[in-house]
């Protein structure tokens, strides 16, 4: 088997758990499999680099910045080919330029592009451990570029489907995908399998433990993802097309605090509308997520959307700056709010699921501000305050806690 | 004009001597001079690398090392681009990769080979300061290589070389060449100009600011070098092949008190005698510095040599080991001395030098214990205790001190 191991920072924060890191890889390359190991910088590196870099410049251009934070990976593989040379097994560390990892030109955000897989292929037939730096690549101009968030599982997922792997383990904090936050809903259990596009709709949602580039990379390619915990040997969920065993409705249920909702009332009821409203909201670089027009009183509507907590303020800046051309009656905006969702393919042949949950909530007592639904997936805003009480009437109602189900 | 300018880790030790060096450089571009800038890694940075991989593993494979090492160099030159950004200046960081710099096999030691001047020339076309990172190249396998010792002199003089640039201007913590050790010879005196061979045996002979590496180098490609300081606008000694202004006989002296002796007495006059007693310590990886062979009683020789303070212990332990082999009467060994040196392009045509020298030490009552002489350089060996006094004598013999004389 030829098996892609992604871990992160934490995971690779001292020399100590570097070596930790290592025994395990080789112990399944002990037992004949090959290996690739992708690492993020270890610990904090990343940070510490940019906080360095805005003591020498406080908007550092993009292009050196990458330069400065490709070195926390290439440290991290450097280590790591270091600490199995100990264990006795031979390794050898790579960086973008080696394995040629094209990415698109813009620096901070690039996207994969295509990866030269001869130099890797050449290691491993030579039963090397083949160790890359995750996060980073190479423009046409020949300069460091870096991913984004989540780099690191994309870089994993990305040779996982150009080397054909048989499997791409994402290694992290937590041992697997759960049916809830398991601080919040106690009785949450961990899912042995989970859809790509379930993993897509709770990665969205900020429930989730992998990056949604990295998953749309892997239905893209039909990488099999399994996320496993790096302090454990506990089995993990895999993540794949369709999963085999038979389906509960729902897979999880996930709260995200950080959305904030943004009300714009008594719109003039016109043609393009709603593409002012948001074409003046991109262009201020704000991401909205849930968005809902209704009608209002007399020919007008109101259209509501949910951002994260730290543009809401610069949200409500822009839209009353441009109050002359965009032509409403009223703004407002509500911080005390939080998303809770339910995911599941097994919804899409069910109607009776988002009736499931309103029913909980009513038996709650919580009132629901806002829904927005999708084929597997419905949403609900409702008040901060009530989030914990709704996750875990919902995951009861829904019988989630039941080791059996799955 | 061309100017390439190395800066050392002490230079690039903290943001703020970034932003220094950043100053100093973009005062030469706003000349209108195109400037190309080497650094090496910031501070101890390299001595931190090294101490980490040591914690993963004692004796870490020389490729990894220099994978881990070549990353303190990018840190520094993406920290130099960004100081430059912050004053308004265009620049460009490159490392070994995107110049190009090709070197032989060796991890931890290689040589220069080639460069690849497109990439730097375009960008210095496009009015860019370019900032590339000392110390490292890549070698045919496509890994990172350094450089070993003063390997960051080596790149600027190299790069000088390949682009023929009208300076390569090497910034240390001293302002420039003196003609003693200021420490110990209070009237040293820095002198204006030196030539590489005079430059090149005050490297050997440890009174260098410069290795001799870079220097032979910018010997054979005929770049000027000028030494300066980072501190300030003083001059700097210039190197190259012939000095302008008039000689004196000698251009300094040069002590080392890093230096043992050796001696293994009573060796049968054979031979081979000296090949097998040489070849057993570069077998021990034991550099030898000065030899002396005499003649000893009733047909046996002695040999005499210094070596460095931490070799001396192994190089008695591989003699004595091989006492069978080697074949001589006695062995002794003398901790507490030190190499004094005069150098100077201008003994070559005047016989009375080294005797000058002699009787300086002879006024003083220090007693030599062992001479060593090359066309433009003696070297006596001489009790360590003495070696101040020696030097101050020497430097007053040929009056160094006197600023009219050169």
Redesign the interface.
């Given at each position: 088997m030829l098996i892609v191991k992604k871990f992160g920072g934490t995971s690779v924060g001292t020399?100590e758990r570097?070596?930790n890191v290592?025994r395990r890889c080789v112990e399944d390359y002990n037992k004949g499999n090959d290996i690739v190991v992708v690492l993020s910088a270890m610990g904090k590196t990343t940070d510490d680099?940019i906080k360095?870099?805005h003591?020498?410049?406080?908007k550092?251009?993009k292009?050196?910045?990458d330069?400065?934070m490709?070195?926390g990976e290439?440290?991290s593989?450097?280590?790591m080919?270091?600490?199995m040379?100990?264990l006795g097994v031979r390794a050898?560390?790579l960086?973008a330029?080696?394995i040629a990892m094209h990415t698109t030109s813009t620096y901070g955000n690039a996207r994969l592009k295509r990866i030269d897989r001869e130099?890797i292929l050449h290691e491993l037939e030579d039963r090397k451990i083949v160790i890359v730096t995750g996060f980073q690549g190479i423009n046409k101009y020949?300069?460091y570029t870096t991913l984004g968030r989540g780099g690191s599982d994309t870089t994993a997922v990305a040779l996982a489907a150009a080397l054909h792997a048989d499997a791409c383990e994402i290694y992290t904090d937590v041992d697997g995908v759960y049916t809830a936050d398991p601080r919040i809903v106690p009785t949450a259990r961990k899912l042995k399998e989970i859809t790509y596009d379930e993993m897509l709709d709770l990665a969205t949602l900020g429930a989730g433990v992998l990056h949604n580039r990295s998953v749309e990379m892997a239905k893209k390619y039909g990488v099999k993802l399994v996320v496993r915990s790096s302090l454990n040997y506990s089995e993990g969920t895999m993540v794949k097309e369709e999963v085999t065993v038979e389906r509960m409705l729902i897979s999880g249920v996930a709260i995200d605090k950080n959305a904030d909702r943004v009300s714009v009332m008594g719109l003039k009821d016109r043609p393009g509308v709603a593409f002012r409203l948001f074409d003046v909201l991109a262009k201020a670089k704000i991401n909205v997520d849930v968005i809902l027009q209704s009608i209002g009183r007399e020919g007008t509507k109101d259209i509501s959307f949910t951002c994260e907590d730290e543009y809401v303020d610069e949200a409500v800046a822009v839209i009353e700056a441009n109050k002359a051309r965009l032509n409403y009656e009223s703004l407002s905006c509500d911080k005390n709010v939080a998303k809770v969702s339910i995911v599941g393919a097994g919804m899409m042949s069910n109607p009776g699921v988002a009736a499931k949950m309103f029913e909980a909530l009513y038996n709650e007592d919580i009132n629901i501000n806002m829904i927005s639904t999708s084929e597997i997936r419905v949403t609900v805003l409702i008040n901060e305050d009530d989030c914990e009480r709704a996750a875990n009437a919902i995951h009861e109602a829904f019988d989630l806690g039941r080791t059996h189900a799955m």
């Open positions: 020399p570097i070596m290592a680099l360095l870099a003591e020498v410049n406080p550092p251009p292009r050196e910045l330069m400065l490709t070195t290439q440290v593989v450097a280590m080919g270091m600490a040379d100990a050898v560390s960086n330029y080696q130099r020949d300069d």
